[in-house]
């Protein structure tokens, strides 16, 4: 009852003030205590995605049952991030954005995304949207083309449109957009392309480009003296394609950092700052405030975009990331110093482990017969221990859930040639996946790595988690269950089929006393395009947004 | 015999049919420009892309236009393309990634088969007029066999069904169909056929590697009766090889579990504390050897194949094998009172069978595959194989086999 009149007050609170400025700073970094709304990525600044909704739980959850469907009218993967506000629903398609009632599902506004028909060819790993962001009246989104975009939130309007760069040489954009200190943050996608990676920062009433940090730097400046000298810098990858989390205490923004590209790494010896790093950035000026670098020289498409949590951890303010490479980091997010990682898959063999002093990896004899040229099977795959598809944190229960992958890589690396908005590989490579189940929902310790337990399937699970106090973890699979696992024992205690693939991102909300989940789903992405798993075949596409709630009894 | 066929498809295993620096460099282009959406190896779920695997293979003009200016989801690709990267490219999607042989762009496979077109309404390029012509082997077990008058077997009946519907006479030419080293049946059906020696060859398999061009320029024919000179053979001779092709199939040919006692067989994993007999480089016996349960491994049998295997097997040297369900029809010919029981089990890989002729007589193969579909309809194929109690099964498609590779019926 204390609970239902807090959320009421909230309620009013939020309508009264909406004339004058919604969604303010401070409301984005209250984001994780009011149920009522989902004002950040990752149900809060710190991107836990762990909701303290509880009337859905473990004893109930077998009455959790569809409230509405929204069809999204399009076919491929759907990763969209809902937002919601004032009773509005925010959701994207790499061709539209959407506002939805959220209380019945109709739409209220959807505004086309126009972009040129060549785009999708710069596009590596699906043609996506991971959603929007929400200030001050005005929600904010990425385009594939690479544009930044501004629209009423209450009508969808067009306010502003904010060309980031030319998309024919390789960049695009489907990265969530982050609210900082009151400027837009995105992160420009394109690693497999040659490009040269960058994070920066918008005007939010204006679409001025207020500051652009690059990945990796241009000669003479900071960290360029790791790389070699030449051009290679120019195509150097560092991409910054997933949202980063921002600790408003501190004021820091932190962002992580994609492959090296090509992917030989022998042509460009050096340990290729900021690639495969963690940035701890300056909102307002994009500043780089430290960094780590979790895999120097990376040869093997460890991706460091992973979503940063943030927490504490023994009274420290820490930042953890599973990172593709294998090991789950845990970092003292003021300054950038190491505290732990540990494996967090079963196989890894490119590396036996991170030296805590040093933050370096200490790589094993399968990184070095792959940087003298030869061909080796390396594990995790290109894909990752856990790809893009965000873990949850629960901290009451100190466990972090995370989906991982099952599979190695066969790679050698070999000449690349750099044709602008073309692949740019620079190796020949093949996946290995193991017999049996590729995929496995982990329950972990996040200091030690400790494995509390875990659910494995045959396809792998690429939808994010989302945990809840109700003690239960929400998720989806590729072949369309969307699902509720107990956060204790790991025993799945609920499913519905909702008739594609999920790779989306549920969330948790309340509206009049009631809690509901929220997922899009829509198979595609990376893994349907890579993997070539033909036990797809049978799950149509065709996206749509699902919310469920509780059946009365 | 027919089911030696299967001994040397298992031969062709391994390098890609069609091999050449244009599907190299469609391969490379492939890789860059559109695995991305279509999946590595042309290997995708289908649901959010196109399966190029299923893209007509003899339709270029589709396949430049959509590439080049864009198709619903996919974009314009035409400007990146640079020379002849968008051959390059139909090379490889058009060879299935080099695992079938290139399709020329005026001749067709069966697949792509219509309707046949009014009679007599194109000329027949019959060797003789009015005859049909065809090569079958003396002795083909219970597909032919040649008589004091006439012949018998499935495909002598069938060969001589499919005249009379075409309202022509039949002219068997019957050739050695043992095998020795020097000679395989393959080439031998290129052969007769480039000389030319017949028509068509009957009982044929549809199998992407063994038709189209040929993968030599000569072979020889091999040896057959004149008419003229009773019991004599001619000595061989080489011919220049063309192309062939086959009609739409009549039948197809599987194979089966033969049994010494009855038992419920639905995999190899049924045969579980028998004796297992494998025939040494066949088809069958290759999938023995990668199926078989690690526990029938130690006490497994191997023997040469020909009609000894199945005798072999009457005298109680092992009590289950794989082969070619054919093989054992002959063997239950030759053999009334025989013990062994062919299982109801049937392998998934199984090879339709057509009639196999020069790809450049269109009328002919109009007419024939005409013939082929009336006889499938009327029944006539059903009475034929009762009649000579021989086990068929009804073509399935896709009626061309693409190369098999040895994962492929090792995984089945």
New interface residues.
């Given amino acids: 009852m204390f609970k239902k009149l807090l959320i009421a007050a909230g309620t009013m609170a939020c309508l009264s003030a909406s004339s004058v400025v919604a969604q303010s700073m401070a409301d984005l970094k209250n984001d994780g205590a009011t149920t009522g709304d989902i004002l950040n990525y990752g149900m809060n600044s710190h991107q836990t995605r762990h909701s303290p909704l509880d009337q859905v739980n473990k004893d109930n959850v077998k009455r959790l049952v569809p409230v509405w469907n929204y069809s999204l009218n399009d ?3 759907q990763e969209t991030h809902p937002l919601l506000h004032d009773g509005m629903m925010y959701v994207t398609t790499h061709a539209s954005t959407m506002a939805l009632d959220a209380a019945t599902g109709r739409q209220l506004w959807k505004t086309e995304v126009d972009y040129p ?5 710069v ?3 699906g ?1 996506v949207n991971r959603g929007v962001a929400i200030f001050e009246g005005k929600i904010f989104r990425t385009t594939l083309d690479a544009n930044v975009v501004a629209m009423d939130a209450k009508t969808g309007e067009e306010v502003w449109r904010s060309k980031s760069i030319d998309f024919r040489n390789g960049y695009s954009m489907t990265v969530a957009p982050l609210i900082a200190d009151g400027v837009v943050i995105v992160g420009v996608s394109g690693g497999e392309y040659g490009i040269r990676g960058y994070i920066e920062g918008y005007d939010p009433n204006t679409g001025e480009q207020l500051w652009r940090t690059y990945t990796v730097p241009a000669p003479g400046e900071a960290g360029s003296e790791t790389w070699p000298d030449g051009d290679q810098w120019e195509r150097g990858g560092g991409p910054a394609w997933l949202t980063g989390s921002y600790d408003a205490d501190l004021n820091m923004v932190y962002w992580g950092t994609g492959n090296a590209a090509s992917w030989n790494s022998q042509l460009r010896l050096g340990d290729n700052l900021y690639t495969a790093s963690m940035l701890a950035l300056n909102p307002k000026s994009g500043e780089i405030q430290w960094h780590y670098q979790f895999t120097p020289n990376d040869a093997f498409d460890y991706d460091g975009t992973n979503e940063p949590v943030l927490t504490e951890l023994d009274g420290q303010k820490v930042l953890m990331q599973a990172n593709r490479n294998g090991f789950f980091y845990v970092i003292n997010r003021e300054t950038g110093k190491l505290i732990a990682a540990n494996k967090f898959v079963d196989r890894v063999n490119w590396a036996d482990g991170i030296d805590i002093a040093s933050g370096r990896p200490v790589e094993s004899d399968v990184s070095e017969k792959l940087r003298a040229g030869e061909q080796v099977e390396y594990w995790p795959s290109a894909l990752g221990g856990k790809n893009w598809s965000h873990m949850a944190f629960d901290g009451d229960r100190g466990t972090a859930f995370i989906n991982t992958l099952n599979a190695g890589l066969t790679m050698k690396q070999v000449e690349s040639q750099y ?1 602008a ?3 740019y ?1 620079g190796a020949e490579f ?2 290995a996946w193991p017999e049996g189940h590729r995929g496995e929902l982990r329950a972990i310790d996040p200091t030690t790595g400790d494995l509390k337990w875990k659910s494995e399937t045959d396809v792998p699970r690429l939808a994010s988690i989302m945990s809840t106090s109700g003690g239960l973890v929400f998720t989806g699979a590729q072949t369309g269950e969307f699902e509720a696992f107990d956060s204790d024992t790991g025993e799945k205690l609920w499913q519905f089929q909702t008739g594609s ?1 999920i790779v989306g991102q549920p969330v948790a909300w309340e509206m009049d006393g009631k809690q509901y989940v929220t997922i899009a789903n829509g ?2 992405g990376v893994y ?3 993997s ?6 049978s ?3 065709g996206g749509s947004i699902w919310t469920f709630a509780l059946m009365d009894e | 015999m027919k089911f030696i066929y299967l001994a040397f498809m298992l031969a062709l295993f391994g390098g890609p049919a069609v091999s050449d620096e244009l599907l190299t460099k469609g391969t490379t282009t492939y890789k860059q420009l559109c695995s991305r959406c279509h999946g590595f190896d042309m290997v995708n779920p289908g649901t959010g892309s196109y399966d190029l695997r299923k893209f007509p293979r003899d339709d270029k003009p589709r396949f430049v236009e959509s590439v080049s200016n864009g198709k619903d989801g996919m974009p314009a690709m035409g400007d990146l393309l640079i020379g002849d990267e968008l051959d390059a490219l139909w090379r490889y999607v058009s060879t299935r990634g080099g695992k079938e042989p290139a399709v020329e762009e005026s001749s067709l496979q069966g697949e792509q088969h219509q309707t046949a077109g009014p009679k007599g309404s194109a000329e027949l390029n019959l060797m003789t007029p009015d005859t049909l012509t065809a090569c079958l082997p003396i002795n083909g077990g219970v597909m032919s066999g040649r008589r004091a008058s006439g012949g018998a077997g499935l495909d002598y009946d069938i060969a001589q069904e499919i005249a009379k519907t075409l309202e022509l006479d039949l002219k068997v030419i019957w050739y050695e169909g043992d095998i020795d080293e020097d000679t395989n049946p393959i080439r031998a059906t290129y052969a007769m056929l480039s000389r030319p020696l017949c028509d068509v060859v009957p009982g044929y398999a549809l199998y992407a590697p063994t038709l189209g061009k040929p993968k030599g320029d000569r072979a020889a024919v091999p040896r057959w009766k004149k008419p003229r000179f009773r019991d004599k053979f001619e000595e061989p001779e080489f011919v220049d090889l063309r192309p062939i092709t086959t009609t739409i199939p009549y039948v197809r040919m599987e194979m089966g579990v033969v049994l010494r006692a009855p038992r419920d067989v639905l995999g190899f994993a049924d045969l579980e504390g028998l004796t297992l007999g494998i025939q040494e480089g066949t088809l069958a016996g290759a999938i023995s050897v990668g199926r078989m349960p690690s526990s029938l491994r130690a006490n497994a049998v191997s023997r040469n194949p020909g009609p000894a295997f199945l005798w072999d097997m009457e005298k109680g040297d092992f009590d289950a094998a794989l082969v070619a369900v054919a093989e054992y029809d002959f063997h239950k010919r030759q053999n009334k009172i025989t013990k062994l029981i062919l299982s109801d089990y049937r392998h998934p890989l199984g090879f339709n069978i057509g009639f196999a002729m020069l790809e450049d007589n269109k009328p002919l193969w109009d007419h024939l595959n005409g013939a082929v579909e009336d006889l499938l309809s009327n029944g006539r194929v059903d009475a034929i194989a009762l009649q000579n109690k021989v086990h068929i099964a009804v073509p399935r498609r896709p009626f061309v086999q693409p190369e098999l590779r040895t994962t492929d019926f090792l995984s089945r």
Wanted: net charge positive; charged share 20%.
């Fill in positions: 076919s491929r993967g028909a060549e785009t999708p060819r596009a590596c790993c043609i044709r908005g073309t692949f590989w093949a996946f693939g198979g595609g349907v395009l890579f070539g798993d033909e036990r797809l075949a799950v149509p596409g």
